[in-house]
């Protein structure tokens, strides 16, 4: 079975920076090539549903974002490394989330109800 792992969060201060990334990982990675398809980043908060945050397309050329995050966050990916990453600038409180990857539909739909373990992000003071 292969998974998305996210990894690369952690505690910021407000107004600072993070990088997260995910990559495929598991059995049979080789023939799991995440080049074919539009990858998402999903964030939930504590007692709130999970939200889009980005929905990048296999290409790289097309990227949605949430309303919340246009002009803080930048998705991107290597297909080199198989790899997606989401850049998160001028971090805000209300960013504080459990942020997972997964594979997206355009705008910011999850295309799957699966999730990994995810990757904590807390922003404070």
């Known amino acids: 079975q292969v998974h998305l792992v996210e990894s690369g969060g952690g505690l910021v201060q407000p107004g600072g920076s993070l990088r997260l990334s995910c990559a495929a990982s598991?059995?049979?990675?080789?023939?799991?090539?995440?080049?074919?398809?539009?990858i998402g980043w999903f964030r939930q908060a504590p007692g709130k549903e999970r939200e889009g945050v980005s929905c990048?397309?296999?290409?790289?050329?097309?990227?949605n974002y949430g309303n919340s995050v246009k002009g803080r966050f930048i998705a991107s990916r290597d297909n080199a490394k198989n790899t997606v990453y989401l850049q998160m600038n001028r971090l805000k409180p209300e960013d504080t989330g459990v942020y997972y990857c997964a594979l997206c539909l355009p705008p910011l739909l999850p295309r799957y109800d699966s999730w990994g373990q995810g990757t904590q992000v807390t922003v404070s003071s």
């Open positions: 598991g059995e049979s990675l080789d023939h799991y090539d995440m080049t074919h398809y539009a």
């Open positions: 990048i397309s296999s290409a790289g050329d097309l990227v």
